[in-house]
Protein backbone atom coordinates (compact mmCIF):
# COMPACT_ATOMS: atom_id res chain seq x y z
CA UNK A 1 0.00 0.00 0.00
CA UNK A 2 1.18 3.21 -0.80
CA UNK A 3 0.62 7.17 -0.13
CA UNK A 4 0.95 9.53 -3.30
CA UNK A 5 0.58 12.98 -2.87
CA UNK A 6 0.11 15.14 -5.84
CA UNK A 7 -1.99 18.34 -6.99
CA UNK A 8 -4.87 16.82 -8.50
CA UNK A 9 -6.42 13.41 -8.97
CA UNK A 10 -8.98 12.50 -12.28
CA UNK A 11 -11.37 9.47 -11.28
CA UNK A 12 -11.94 7.56 -14.63
CA UNK A 13 -9.55 7.71 -18.08
CA UNK A 14 -12.16 8.02 -20.43
CA UNK A 15 -12.12 11.01 -22.62
CA UNK A 16 -12.31 13.71 -19.70
CA UNK A 17 -9.98 12.25 -17.65
CA UNK A 18 -7.28 11.87 -20.43
CA UNK A 19 -7.67 15.00 -21.55
CA UNK A 20 -8.09 16.48 -18.05
CA UNK A 21 -4.16 14.81 -17.60
CA UNK A 22 -3.26 16.37 -20.40
CA UNK A 23 -3.91 19.70 -19.58
CA UNK A 24 -2.97 19.67 -15.96
CA UNK A 25 0.55 18.66 -16.92
CA UNK A 26 0.62 21.86 -19.13
CA UNK A 27 0.04 23.63 -16.20
CA UNK A 28 3.27 22.13 -14.31
CA UNK A 29 0.77 20.47 -11.98
CA UNK A 30 1.16 16.75 -11.07
CA UNK A 31 -1.65 14.61 -11.57
CA UNK A 32 -3.01 11.13 -11.12
CA UNK A 33 -6.05 9.29 -13.01
CA UNK A 34 -7.22 6.45 -11.04
CA UNK A 35 -9.44 3.68 -13.39
CA UNK A 36 -11.17 0.93 -12.71
CA UNK A 37 -10.32 -0.90 -15.97
CA UNK A 38 -7.30 -1.95 -17.22
CA UNK A 39 -7.45 -0.03 -19.95
CA UNK A 40 -8.23 3.63 -21.45
CA UNK A 41 -11.68 4.62 -22.97
CA UNK A 42 -14.36 4.46 -20.21
CA UNK A 43 -17.25 4.12 -21.81
CA UNK A 44 -16.01 2.77 -24.69
CA UNK A 45 -13.84 0.37 -23.10
CA UNK A 46 -16.87 -1.25 -21.18
CA UNK A 47 -19.56 -1.32 -23.73
CA UNK A 48 -18.29 -4.08 -25.98
CA UNK A 49 -21.81 -4.99 -26.79
CA UNK A 50 -21.94 -6.37 -30.29
CA UNK A 51 -23.43 -3.05 -32.35
CA UNK A 52 -21.99 -0.82 -30.02
CA UNK A 53 -21.12 2.44 -32.16
CA UNK A 54 -21.38 6.26 -31.81
CA UNK A 55 -24.90 8.17 -32.42
CA UNK A 56 -23.12 11.33 -33.38
CA UNK A 57 -20.79 11.49 -36.60
CA UNK A 58 -17.60 10.56 -35.94
CA UNK A 59 -15.72 13.58 -37.64
CA UNK A 60 -17.75 15.35 -34.83
CA UNK A 61 -17.20 12.54 -31.83
CA UNK A 62 -13.35 13.34 -31.51
CA UNK A 63 -11.31 15.39 -29.85
CA UNK A 64 -10.52 19.10 -31.22
CA UNK A 65 -7.75 20.39 -28.80
CA UNK A 66 -4.93 19.06 -31.14
CA UNK A 67 -4.98 20.09 -34.82
CA UNK A 68 -2.92 17.89 -36.14
CA UNK A 69 -4.68 15.02 -33.85
CA UNK A 70 -7.69 15.68 -35.74
CA UNK A 71 -6.19 16.61 -38.85
CA UNK A 72 -3.97 13.18 -39.01
CA UNK A 73 -6.50 10.89 -37.16
CA UNK A 74 -8.77 9.03 -40.00
CA UNK A 75 -12.31 7.82 -39.50
CA UNK A 76 -13.66 4.91 -41.48
CA UNK A 77 -17.06 5.42 -41.20
CA UNK A 78 -19.71 8.21 -40.57
CA UNK A 79 -20.46 6.67 -37.15
CA UNK A 80 -17.66 4.76 -35.60
CA UNK A 81 -17.88 1.62 -34.13
CA UNK A 82 -16.98 0.73 -30.72
CA UNK A 83 -13.68 -1.09 -31.43
CA UNK A 84 -12.45 2.04 -33.31
CA UNK A 85 -13.30 4.55 -31.19
CA UNK A 86 -11.16 2.26 -28.50
CA UNK A 87 -8.42 2.66 -30.58
CA UNK A 88 -8.44 6.86 -31.08
CA UNK A 89 -8.66 6.97 -27.14
CA UNK A 90 -5.42 4.21 -27.17
CA UNK A 91 -3.79 6.33 -30.08
CA UNK A 92 -4.35 9.56 -28.01
CA UNK A 93 -3.33 7.97 -24.75
CA UNK A 94 0.07 7.22 -26.48
CA UNK A 95 0.25 10.45 -28.93
CA UNK A 96 0.66 12.45 -25.72
CA UNK A 97 2.23 9.79 -22.80
CA UNK A 98 -0.62 9.74 -20.65
CA UNK A 99 -0.51 6.54 -19.60
CA UNK A 100 2.58 6.76 -17.40
CA UNK A 101 0.19 8.63 -14.83
CA UNK A 102 -2.90 6.00 -14.99
CA UNK A 103 -3.27 3.75 -12.21
CA UNK A 104 -5.08 1.01 -13.83
CA UNK A 105 -7.00 -1.61 -12.07
CA UNK A 106 -7.97 0.50 -9.26
CA UNK A 107 -11.23 2.03 -8.68
CA UNK A 108 -11.66 4.81 -5.98
CA UNK A 109 -13.48 4.03 -3.31
CA UNK A 110 -13.54 7.16 -1.03
CA UNK A 111 -12.67 10.57 -0.82
CA UNK A 112 -12.51 12.50 2.00
CA UNK A 113 -11.77 16.39 2.56
CA UNK A 114 -9.87 17.57 5.37
CA UNK A 115 -10.45 20.91 6.34
CA UNK A 116 -7.71 22.21 8.34
CA UNK A 117 -5.33 21.73 5.48
CA UNK A 118 -7.93 21.76 2.74
CA UNK A 119 -6.87 18.54 1.00
CA UNK A 120 -8.65 15.31 0.03
CA UNK A 121 -7.52 11.50 0.86
CA UNK A 122 -8.94 9.63 -1.58
CA UNK A 123 -8.76 5.88 -1.53
CA UNK A 124 -8.76 2.63 -3.89
CA UNK A 125 -9.80 -0.85 -3.20
CA UNK A 126 -6.21 -1.45 -3.64
CA UNK A 127 -5.57 -0.04 -0.40
CA UNK A 128 -3.09 2.67 -2.17
CA UNK A 129 -4.42 6.20 -1.01
CA UNK A 130 -3.93 9.61 -2.30
CA UNK A 131 -3.71 13.39 -0.92
CA UNK A 132 -4.52 15.61 -3.18
CA UNK A 133 -5.67 18.88 -3.51
CA UNK A 134 -7.66 18.65 -5.93
CA UNK A 135 -10.61 15.54 -6.93
CA UNK A 136 -11.80 15.88 -10.61
CA UNK A 137 -14.31 12.95 -11.07
CA UNK A 138 -14.02 11.98 -14.87
CA UNK A 139 -16.67 9.18 -14.21
CA UNK A 140 -19.09 9.85 -17.22
CA UNK A 141 -22.70 10.17 -17.14
CA UNK A 142 -23.87 6.66 -18.18
CA UNK A 143 -21.08 4.27 -16.63
CA UNK A 144 -23.17 2.97 -13.41
CA UNK A 145 -24.66 -0.02 -14.51
CA UNK A 146 -28.29 -0.81 -13.49
CA UNK A 147 -29.11 -4.77 -12.99
CA UNK A 148 -32.75 -4.87 -12.38
CA UNK A 149 -33.59 -6.65 -9.12
CA UNK A 150 -35.53 -9.55 -10.71
CA UNK A 151 -35.76 -12.34 -8.18
CA UNK A 152 -33.97 -15.39 -8.90
CA UNK A 153 -31.15 -13.68 -11.37
CA UNK A 154 -28.52 -15.54 -8.77
CA UNK A 155 -30.25 -19.04 -10.19
CA UNK A 156 -29.48 -18.60 -13.90
CA UNK A 157 -27.71 -21.44 -14.58
CA UNK A 158 -26.97 -20.05 -18.44
CA UNK A 159 -24.98 -17.15 -19.31
CA UNK A 160 -25.29 -13.82 -17.98
CA UNK A 161 -24.65 -10.33 -19.47
CA UNK A 162 -25.43 -7.09 -19.37
CA UNK A 163 -24.24 -4.34 -22.42
CA UNK A 164 -22.79 -1.96 -20.03
CA UNK A 165 -20.18 -4.66 -18.71
CA UNK A 166 -19.32 -6.74 -22.02
CA UNK A 167 -16.37 -9.42 -21.80
CA UNK A 168 -13.45 -8.63 -23.15
CA UNK A 169 -13.32 -11.57 -25.09
CA UNK A 170 -15.90 -12.77 -28.24
CA UNK A 171 -19.39 -14.08 -27.51
CA UNK A 172 -20.54 -16.00 -29.56
CA UNK A 173 -24.19 -16.65 -29.44
CA UNK A 174 -24.91 -19.27 -32.53
CA UNK A 175 -27.44 -21.90 -31.88
CA UNK A 176 -28.43 -20.10 -28.71
CA UNK A 177 -31.81 -18.81 -27.35
CA UNK A 178 -30.94 -15.64 -26.57
CA UNK A 179 -33.18 -13.67 -24.30
CA UNK A 180 -32.34 -9.44 -24.28
CA UNK A 181 -34.26 -7.56 -21.47
CA UNK A 182 -34.93 -4.07 -22.33
CA UNK A 183 -35.44 -2.11 -25.98
CA UNK A 184 -32.87 1.51 -25.07
CA UNK A 185 -29.72 2.35 -27.08
CA UNK A 186 -27.51 -0.95 -25.99
CA UNK A 187 -30.35 -2.95 -26.78
CA UNK A 188 -31.71 -0.99 -30.35
CA UNK A 189 -28.19 -1.82 -31.48
CA UNK A 190 -27.43 -5.01 -30.38
CA UNK A 191 -30.56 -6.95 -31.01
CA UNK A 192 -29.88 -6.75 -35.19
CA UNK A 193 -26.35 -8.78 -34.81
CA UNK A 194 -27.44 -10.65 -32.04
CA UNK A 195 -30.22 -12.21 -33.90
CA UNK A 196 -28.04 -12.66 -36.78
CA UNK A 197 -26.27 -15.51 -34.75
CA UNK A 198 -28.69 -16.51 -32.25
CA UNK A 199 -31.10 -19.90 -32.37
CA UNK A 200 -33.88 -17.79 -31.00
CA UNK A 201 -34.07 -14.60 -29.89
CA UNK A 202 -36.62 -12.94 -27.63
CA UNK A 203 -36.99 -9.43 -26.57
CA UNK A 204 -38.44 -8.60 -23.39
CA UNK A 205 -39.76 -4.60 -23.60
CA UNK A 206 -40.97 -2.90 -21.18
CA UNK A 207 -41.47 0.80 -23.17
CA UNK A 208 -41.98 0.87 -26.78
CA UNK A 209 -39.21 2.99 -28.05
CA UNK A 210 -38.70 5.38 -31.21
CA UNK A 211 -35.58 4.62 -33.15
CA UNK A 212 -34.14 6.18 -36.58
CA UNK A 213 -32.58 4.70 -38.89
CA UNK A 214 -28.47 5.50 -38.87
CA UNK A 215 -27.81 4.90 -43.01
CA UNK A 216 -24.11 4.62 -41.40
CA UNK A 217 -21.71 4.47 -44.52
CA UNK A 218 -17.81 4.60 -44.90
CA UNK A 219 -16.36 8.04 -45.19
CA UNK A 220 -16.30 9.66 -48.42
CA UNK A 221 -12.19 10.97 -48.38
CA UNK A 222 -13.38 14.17 -50.52
CA UNK A 223 -15.88 15.72 -47.87
CA UNK A 224 -13.23 14.21 -44.96
CA UNK A 225 -11.23 16.50 -46.85
CA UNK A 226 -13.33 19.19 -47.90
CA UNK A 227 -14.48 19.10 -43.63
CA UNK A 228 -10.71 18.76 -42.69
CA UNK A 229 -9.75 22.36 -44.62
CA UNK A 230 -12.16 24.02 -42.34
CA UNK A 231 -12.49 22.04 -39.21
CA UNK A 232 -12.18 24.68 -36.71
CA UNK A 233 -14.33 26.63 -38.73
CA UNK A 234 -16.87 23.71 -38.51
CA UNK A 235 -16.52 23.26 -34.92
CA UNK A 236 -17.15 26.73 -34.05
CA UNK A 237 -20.81 26.52 -35.67
CA UNK A 238 -21.82 23.60 -33.90
CA UNK A 239 -20.35 24.77 -30.55
CA UNK A 240 -23.40 27.74 -31.55
CA UNK A 241 -26.32 24.97 -31.75
CA UNK A 242 -28.40 23.79 -28.41
CA UNK A 243 -27.16 20.07 -29.33
CA UNK A 244 -23.50 20.85 -29.88
CA UNK A 245 -23.57 19.04 -33.08
CA UNK A 246 -24.14 19.13 -37.07
CA UNK A 247 -27.75 18.77 -36.38
CA UNK A 248 -28.52 21.35 -39.72
CA UNK A 249 -31.08 23.09 -37.38
CA UNK A 250 -34.38 23.94 -38.86
CA UNK A 251 -35.44 27.37 -37.72
CA UNK A 252 -39.15 26.50 -39.15
CA UNK A 253 -42.23 25.58 -36.90
CA UNK A 254 -43.77 22.50 -37.82
CA UNK A 255 -47.36 23.92 -36.76
CA UNK A 256 -46.95 26.87 -39.34
CA UNK A 257 -46.27 24.35 -42.55
CA UNK A 258 -48.65 22.14 -44.19
CA UNK A 259 -49.21 18.18 -43.12
CA UNK A 260 -47.82 17.53 -46.74
CA UNK A 261 -44.50 19.60 -46.22
CA UNK A 262 -44.17 18.30 -42.97
CA UNK A 263 -43.70 14.44 -44.10
CA UNK A 264 -41.36 15.86 -46.73
CA UNK A 265 -39.02 17.21 -44.13
CA UNK A 266 -39.15 13.72 -42.12
CA UNK A 267 -38.70 11.97 -45.02
CA UNK A 268 -35.99 13.67 -46.01
CA UNK A 269 -33.80 13.40 -42.07
CA UNK A 270 -35.81 9.96 -41.93
CA UNK A 271 -33.49 8.94 -45.07
CA UNK A 272 -29.93 10.98 -44.37
CA UNK A 273 -30.28 9.31 -41.00
CA UNK A 274 -29.67 9.92 -37.26
CA UNK A 275 -30.50 12.04 -34.63
CA UNK A 276 -30.80 15.23 -36.89
CA UNK A 277 -33.94 13.87 -37.26
CA UNK A 278 -34.81 15.65 -34.06
CA UNK A 279 -34.21 18.97 -35.60
CA UNK A 280 -35.92 19.13 -38.72
CA UNK A 281 -38.56 21.79 -36.66
CA UNK A 282 -37.85 24.76 -33.74
CA UNK A 283 -40.67 23.22 -31.49
CA UNK A 284 -40.39 19.46 -31.94
CA UNK A 285 -38.92 19.36 -28.34
CA UNK A 286 -41.08 22.66 -26.93
CA UNK A 287 -44.48 21.51 -28.04
CA UNK A 288 -46.13 18.68 -27.28
CA UNK A 289 -48.55 19.00 -30.12
CA UNK A 290 -45.36 19.68 -32.80
CA UNK A 291 -43.78 16.68 -31.38
CA UNK A 292 -46.64 14.37 -32.10
CA UNK A 293 -46.12 15.09 -35.95
CA UNK A 294 -42.98 13.32 -35.56
CA UNK A 295 -43.75 10.71 -33.15
CA UNK A 296 -46.69 10.13 -35.78
CA UNK A 297 -44.59 9.64 -38.61
CA UNK A 298 -41.92 7.27 -36.84
CA UNK A 299 -44.83 5.29 -35.88
CA UNK A 300 -46.25 4.94 -39.51
CA UNK A 301 -42.45 3.53 -40.31
CA UNK A 302 -43.25 1.11 -37.61
CA UNK A 303 -46.21 -0.13 -39.11
CA UNK A 304 -44.73 0.01 -42.76
CA UNK A 305 -41.49 -1.81 -41.62
CA UNK A 306 -43.14 -4.70 -39.54
CA UNK A 307 -44.94 -7.30 -41.14
CA UNK A 308 -46.84 -9.21 -38.07
CA UNK A 309 -49.33 -5.94 -37.28
CA UNK A 310 -49.51 -7.96 -33.60
CA UNK A 311 -45.43 -7.15 -33.24
CA UNK A 312 -45.92 -3.66 -35.20
CA UNK A 313 -48.40 -2.66 -32.08
CA UNK A 314 -46.41 -3.58 -29.51
CA UNK A 315 -43.46 -1.99 -30.87
CA UNK A 316 -44.92 1.41 -31.87
CA UNK A 317 -44.25 4.14 -28.89
CA UNK A 318 -47.73 6.17 -28.10
CA UNK A 319 -45.55 9.24 -25.74
CA UNK A 320 -43.77 11.80 -27.17
CA UNK A 321 -40.43 11.16 -29.36
CA UNK A 322 -36.97 12.54 -28.24
CA UNK A 323 -38.15 13.50 -24.60
CA UNK A 324 -36.28 10.09 -24.21
CA UNK A 325 -33.17 9.65 -26.23
CA UNK A 326 -34.24 8.88 -29.69
CA UNK A 327 -32.32 5.93 -30.41
CA UNK A 328 -30.31 5.60 -33.72
CA UNK A 329 -30.72 2.00 -34.96
CA UNK A 330 -29.34 -0.21 -38.02
CA UNK A 331 -32.19 -2.71 -38.95
CA UNK A 332 -33.55 -2.46 -35.53
CA UNK A 333 -37.39 -2.91 -36.27
CA UNK A 334 -37.19 -5.44 -39.73
CA UNK A 335 -35.09 -7.93 -37.32
CA UNK A 336 -38.76 -8.43 -35.56
CA UNK A 337 -39.31 -10.10 -39.11
CA UNK A 338 -37.21 -13.07 -38.77
CA UNK A 339 -38.92 -16.33 -37.82
CA UNK A 340 -36.68 -16.40 -35.07
CA UNK A 341 -37.05 -13.30 -33.08
CA UNK A 342 -40.01 -12.69 -30.58
CA UNK A 343 -41.37 -9.78 -28.95
CA UNK A 344 -42.57 -10.31 -25.06
CA UNK A 345 -44.03 -7.08 -23.71
CA UNK A 346 -43.73 -7.38 -20.22
CA UNK A 347 -46.81 -4.98 -19.29
CA UNK A 348 -49.07 -7.76 -20.84
CA UNK A 349 -46.86 -10.27 -19.34
CA UNK A 350 -44.75 -9.13 -16.56
CA UNK A 351 -41.56 -11.23 -15.48
CA UNK A 352 -42.00 -13.41 -12.15
CA UNK A 353 -38.66 -14.77 -11.88
CA UNK A 354 -35.38 -16.07 -13.59
CA UNK A 355 -35.32 -19.93 -12.82
CA UNK A 356 -32.32 -21.62 -13.41
CA UNK A 357 -33.23 -22.28 -17.01
CA UNK A 358 -34.53 -18.96 -18.21
CA UNK A 359 -37.52 -16.45 -17.49
CA UNK A 360 -40.55 -17.29 -16.35
CA UNK A 361 -43.59 -14.78 -17.06
CA UNK A 362 -46.84 -14.71 -15.43
CA UNK A 363 -48.00 -16.52 -18.41
CA UNK A 364 -45.23 -19.10 -18.67
CA UNK A 365 -41.89 -20.41 -18.46
CA UNK A 366 -38.96 -19.79 -20.95
CA UNK A 367 -36.07 -21.59 -21.84
CA UNK A 368 -32.87 -19.56 -22.46
CA UNK A 369 -29.27 -20.26 -22.91
CA UNK A 370 -27.94 -16.46 -22.63
CA UNK A 371 -29.65 -13.58 -20.91
CA UNK A 372 -28.79 -9.88 -22.04
CA UNK A 373 -29.46 -7.17 -19.68
CA UNK A 374 -29.84 -3.86 -21.83
CA UNK A 375 -31.42 -2.60 -18.87
CA UNK A 376 -29.31 1.30 -18.78
CA UNK A 377 -27.55 2.90 -16.23
CA UNK A 378 -27.79 4.47 -12.99
CA UNK A 379 -27.41 7.89 -15.31
CA UNK A 380 -25.76 11.06 -14.29
CA UNK A 381 -25.44 10.37 -10.30
CA UNK A 382 -24.66 6.92 -10.06
CA UNK A 383 -20.82 7.58 -10.86
CA UNK A 384 -20.56 10.35 -8.02
CA UNK A 385 -22.54 8.62 -5.50
CA UNK A 386 -21.52 5.22 -5.68
CA UNK A 387 -17.90 6.71 -4.47
CA UNK A 388 -18.34 7.61 -1.01
CA UNK A 389 -17.14 11.44 -0.80
CA UNK A 390 -17.22 13.17 2.03
CA UNK A 391 -16.73 16.87 2.35
CA UNK A 392 -16.84 19.64 4.56
CA UNK A 393 -18.04 18.45 8.00
CA UNK A 394 -17.95 14.80 7.21
CA UNK A 395 -20.91 15.31 5.24
CA UNK A 396 -21.71 12.18 2.60
CA UNK A 397 -22.93 13.65 -1.30
CA UNK A 398 -25.31 10.78 -0.78
CA UNK A 399 -26.76 13.12 1.61
CA UNK A 400 -25.62 16.40 0.12
CA UNK A 401 -28.19 14.87 -3.29
CA UNK A 402 -30.95 12.91 -1.34
CA UNK A 403 -33.42 15.47 -2.79
CA UNK A 404 -31.40 14.96 -6.49
CA UNK A 405 -28.16 15.82 -7.55
CA UNK A 406 -27.34 19.76 -6.80
CA UNK A 407 -24.86 21.64 -8.45
CA UNK A 408 -23.87 24.45 -9.67
CA UNK A 409 -23.07 24.55 -13.56
CA UNK A 410 -22.57 20.74 -13.09
CA UNK A 411 -19.14 21.29 -12.55
CA UNK A 412 -19.37 22.17 -8.33
CA UNK A 413 -21.28 21.00 -5.00
CA UNK A 414 -21.48 23.46 -2.36
CA UNK A 415 -19.50 21.43 0.64
CA UNK A 416 -17.23 19.65 -1.60
CA UNK A 417 -14.29 22.74 -2.25
CA UNK A 418 -11.89 21.28 -5.17
CA UNK A 419 -14.05 18.78 -6.49
CA UNK A 420 -14.76 19.38 -9.76
CA UNK A 421 -17.57 17.14 -12.11
CA UNK A 422 -16.61 16.67 -15.77
CA UNK A 423 -20.19 16.74 -17.73
CA UNK A 424 -21.68 16.39 -14.12
CA UNK A 425 -25.77 16.73 -13.67
CA UNK A 426 -27.05 20.41 -14.19
CA UNK A 427 -24.57 20.95 -17.40
CA UNK A 428 -25.68 20.17 -20.46
CA UNK A 429 -23.56 16.75 -21.16
CA UNK A 430 -26.03 14.20 -22.63
CA UNK A 431 -28.32 16.75 -24.14
CA UNK A 432 -24.97 17.20 -26.18
CA UNK A 433 -22.45 15.60 -28.48
CA UNK A 434 -20.33 14.77 -25.41
CA UNK A 435 -16.58 15.30 -26.96
CA UNK A 436 -16.78 19.18 -27.18
CA UNK A 437 -18.73 19.32 -23.78
CA UNK A 438 -16.30 17.38 -22.10
CA UNK A 439 -13.57 19.50 -23.44
CA UNK A 440 -15.65 22.54 -22.60
CA UNK A 441 -15.31 21.63 -19.04
CA UNK A 442 -12.31 20.05 -18.97
CA UNK A 443 -10.42 23.76 -19.68
CA UNK A 444 -12.78 25.34 -17.68
CA UNK A 445 -11.64 23.31 -15.05
CA UNK A 446 -8.32 23.48 -16.08
CA UNK A 447 -8.79 27.58 -16.46
CA UNK A 448 -10.22 27.87 -12.62
CA UNK A 449 -7.57 25.40 -11.24
CA UNK A 450 -5.09 27.89 -12.19
CA UNK A 451 -6.35 30.96 -11.82
CA UNK A 452 -6.44 29.38 -7.89
CA UNK A 453 -2.72 29.13 -7.78
CA UNK A 454 -2.72 32.70 -9.33
CA UNK A 455 -4.92 34.26 -6.79
CA UNK A 456 -3.47 31.90 -4.16
CA UNK A 457 -6.78 30.93 -3.32
CA UNK A 458 -6.58 27.42 -1.18
CA UNK A 459 -10.47 26.38 -1.78
CA UNK A 460 -12.76 27.27 -4.35
CA UNK A 461 -16.20 25.83 -3.89
CA UNK A 462 -19.91 26.21 -5.23
CA UNK A 463 -22.14 28.59 -3.33
CA UNK A 464 -25.35 27.86 -1.81
CA UNK A 465 -27.63 30.20 -3.17
CA UNK A 466 -25.58 30.22 -6.28
CA UNK A 467 -26.56 26.11 -6.70
CA UNK A 468 -30.00 26.44 -5.55
CA UNK A 469 -30.59 29.23 -7.83
CA UNK A 470 -28.79 27.22 -10.81
CA UNK A 471 -30.80 24.04 -9.52
CA UNK A 472 -34.10 26.16 -9.71
CA UNK A 473 -32.90 27.70 -13.32
CA UNK A 474 -31.76 23.95 -14.69
CA UNK A 475 -36.04 22.70 -13.51
CA UNK A 476 -36.82 25.89 -15.25
CA UNK A 477 -35.42 25.74 -18.64
CA UNK A 478 -35.88 21.59 -18.85
CA UNK A 479 -39.96 22.74 -18.26
CA UNK A 480 -39.92 24.60 -21.28
CA UNK A 481 -39.57 21.21 -23.55
CA UNK A 482 -41.14 17.87 -23.24
CA UNK A 483 -38.46 16.62 -21.78
CA UNK A 484 -39.44 16.17 -18.47
CA UNK A 485 -43.02 14.82 -19.86
CA UNK A 486 -41.32 11.00 -20.34
CA UNK A 487 -40.20 8.71 -17.88
CA UNK A 488 -36.78 8.40 -19.08
CA UNK A 489 -32.84 8.43 -17.23
CA UNK A 490 -33.07 12.10 -17.53
CA UNK A 491 -35.07 12.12 -14.63
CA UNK A 492 -33.93 9.17 -12.75
CA UNK A 493 -37.08 7.57 -13.14
CA UNK A 494 -35.30 4.25 -14.44
CA UNK A 495 -33.79 3.42 -11.42
CA UNK A 496 -36.28 2.44 -8.97
CA UNK A 497 -36.15 5.22 -5.44
CA UNK A 498 -34.16 7.68 -7.34
CA UNK A 499 -35.50 11.30 -7.18
CA UNK A 500 -37.36 12.47 -9.92
CA UNK A 501 -35.14 15.35 -10.98
CA UNK A 502 -34.27 16.50 -14.38
CA UNK A 503 -30.77 16.39 -14.78
CA UNK A 504 -28.96 17.64 -17.42
CA UNK A 505 -29.17 21.50 -18.59
CA UNK A 506 -30.92 22.29 -21.92
CA UNK A 507 -29.13 24.41 -24.71
CA UNK A 508 -24.80 24.31 -24.81
CA UNK A 509 -24.88 28.23 -25.88
CA UNK A 510 -26.89 30.32 -23.55
CA UNK A 511 -24.63 27.06 -20.35
CA UNK A 512 -21.05 28.35 -22.37
CA UNK A 513 -22.20 31.70 -22.05
CA UNK A 514 -22.97 31.56 -18.39
CA UNK A 515 -19.96 29.75 -17.52
CA UNK A 516 -17.95 32.78 -19.43
CA UNK A 517 -19.42 35.51 -17.49
CA UNK A 518 -19.05 33.81 -14.15
CA UNK A 519 -15.35 33.62 -14.79
CA UNK A 520 -15.29 37.16 -16.15
CA UNK A 521 -17.03 37.96 -12.53
CA UNK A 522 -13.91 36.16 -10.89
CA UNK A 523 -15.78 32.93 -10.19
CA UNK A 524 -18.81 34.67 -9.46
CA UNK A 525 -21.36 31.90 -7.12
CA UNK A 526 -18.04 30.45 -5.74
CA UNK A 527 -16.88 31.22 -2.49
CA UNK A 528 -13.41 31.59 -2.57
CA UNK A 529 -11.51 30.72 0.32
CA UNK A 530 -7.73 32.56 0.42
CA UNK A 531 -4.53 30.88 1.26
CA UNK A 532 -3.42 31.41 5.26
CA UNK A 533 -0.10 34.21 4.68
P1 LIG B 1 -31.65 2.86 -21.45
O1 LIG B 1 -31.87 3.80 -22.55
O2 LIG B 1 -31.89 3.31 -20.07
O3 LIG B 1 -32.54 1.58 -21.76
C1 LIG B 1 -32.73 0.60 -20.80
C2 LIG B 1 -33.85 -0.29 -21.23
O4 LIG B 1 -34.03 -1.28 -20.23
C3 LIG B 1 -35.16 0.44 -21.38
O5 LIG B 1 -35.88 -0.10 -22.44
C4 LIG B 1 -35.83 0.17 -20.04
O6 LIG B 1 -37.22 0.25 -20.07
C5 LIG B 1 -35.39 -1.25 -19.81
N1 LIG B 1 -35.46 -1.63 -18.41
C6 LIG B 1 -34.86 -1.03 -17.37
N2 LIG B 1 -35.17 -1.66 -16.21
C7 LIG B 1 -35.99 -2.68 -16.57
C8 LIG B 1 -36.66 -3.67 -15.84
N3 LIG B 1 -36.58 -3.74 -14.51
N4 LIG B 1 -37.42 -4.56 -16.53
C9 LIG B 1 -37.51 -4.47 -17.86
N5 LIG B 1 -36.93 -3.55 -18.61
C10 LIG B 1 -36.17 -2.65 -17.96
O7 LIG B 1 -30.17 2.27 -21.47
P2 LIG B 1 -29.19 2.05 -22.72
O8 LIG B 1 -29.91 1.43 -23.85
O9 LIG B 1 -27.99 1.39 -22.22
O10 LIG B 1 -28.85 3.51 -23.15
C11 LIG B 1 -28.53 4.52 -22.21
C12 LIG B 1 -27.98 5.72 -22.92
O11 LIG B 1 -26.64 5.48 -23.29
C13 LIG B 1 -28.66 6.08 -24.21
O12 LIG B 1 -29.88 6.76 -24.03
C14 LIG B 1 -27.60 6.91 -24.88
O13 LIG B 1 -27.54 8.21 -24.37
C15 LIG B 1 -26.35 6.15 -24.48
N6 LIG B 1 -26.08 5.15 -25.52
C16 LIG B 1 -25.72 5.64 -26.74
C17 LIG B 1 -25.50 4.76 -27.74
C18 LIG B 1 -25.12 5.29 -29.05
O14 LIG B 1 -25.84 5.16 -29.98
N7 LIG B 1 -24.00 5.90 -29.17
C19 LIG B 1 -25.64 3.41 -27.57
C20 LIG B 1 -26.00 2.95 -26.33
C21 LIG B 1 -26.23 3.84 -25.31
P3 LIG B 1 -37.96 1.64 -19.76
O15 LIG B 1 -37.78 2.46 -21.00
O16 LIG B 1 -39.35 1.26 -19.47
O17 LIG B 1 -37.25 2.26 -18.58
Redesign the pocket.
Known amino acids: MTERSVDAVIVGAGFGGLYMLHRLRKLGLTAQVVEAGDGVGG ?1 WYW ?1 RYPG ?5 QSLEYSYQFSDELQQQWDWSER ?1 ATQPEILRYINHVADRFELRRDVRFNTRVTTADFGETKNRWKVGTDTGDTFDTRFVVMATG ?2 SSA ?1 L ?3 PGLASFSGDRYH ?2 RWPHEPVDFTGKRVAV ?9 SIPLIAQQAKTLTV ?4 A ?1 YSVPAHNKPHDPEKVAELKARYPEYRAQNRQTAFHADFNYSEINVLDVSAAERNAEYEQRWTHGGLPFMASFADLMFVPEANQTAAEFIRGKIRQIVKDPATAKKLTPSGLVGC ?2 L ?2 DTNYYATYNLPHVSLVD ?1 NEEP ?1 ETVTTEGIRTRQQDYGFDAIV ?5 D ?1 MTGSMTRVAIRGRGGRAIQDAWAEGPKTYLGLSVNGFPNLFMITGPGSPS ?1 LTNMLPSIEHHVDWIADCIDWTNQQKVAAIEADAQAQENWVTHVNEVGDTSVYPRC ?3 YLG ?4 GKPRVFMPYLGFPPYAEKCRQVVEAGYDGFIKQPEVA
Do not use: E, M
Open positions: TNARCDIYCLNPPITGIGTGSSAIQFQRTNKRCVIIFATGFAVNSWSNVP
